[in-house]
């Protein structure tokens, strides 16, 4: 399938977008994985699998885990879209802003941003259901794909592309906080 959307959050997000009634889902794939449960993904495989295919991952070569966090991701994205087939994904919406938008706490964002391994899975799939009922998406999934994603990497970045995505979520969480409040616009910093 080709597709101009770069990283394949936003490939993923695009497949699941039904406008008129109609995208390249069917019902059949999206419905279940919008039921996912995510501590049970293997069960929904042949319904992950063929999204994962679509969006341009190389299946073949993701380990039980990596396979694991990308279902989940998959699944936030059945949560946000909806039956209506909705944007999930927006680039320009900043993760943390639509966070601070849709009402979470910021006990709930320490929880979310402190979140290590399982935890962290249970974290965004329950932020999942949180934003999709107060009608929060489209947001930039980007900083949630990284820090799922790289939670369970190897990888010699990982460390540093977790705490960039903790770093990015927090800053436009407590931008957005700063301006409810009616803060001053900061000046210049000695």
Known sequence: ??????????????????PGGQGPLPTRI????????P??????????????????????RLSPDETRRWALLVHVVAVL?????APAHADGR?????????????????????????????QVARLARLLAARGAAPLDLRP??????????????????IEDARLDIARSYYAALDRAAGAPEPKDLP
């Not at 999206?30 to 449960?37: I, K, Q, Y």
């Not at 949630?144 to 592309?161: N, Y």
């Open 144 to 161: 949630f794909a990284r820090l799922v994603i790289a939670d369970g990497s190897c990888e010699p970045d990982a460390a540093r592309r």
């Open 30 to 37: 999206t419905a279940p994985l919008r039921r996912m449960a």
């Open 39 to 60: 501590e049970r993904w293997s069960e929904r495989l042949p319904e992950v699998l063929p999204v994962l295919v679509r969006a341009g991952l190389p299946v073949e």
């Open 81 to 85: 879209a909806g039956t209506e087939g």
């Open 94 to 122: 900043r993760a943390g802003a639509a966070l601070h938008a849709a009402g979470l706490s910021e006990a709930r964002l320490a929880r979310l941003l402190s979140a290590r391994g399982s935890s962290l899975l249970d």
């Open 1 to 18: 399938m080709p597709d101009d959307a770069p990283d394949p959050v936003a490939r993923i997000a695009r497949l699941f977008r039904r």
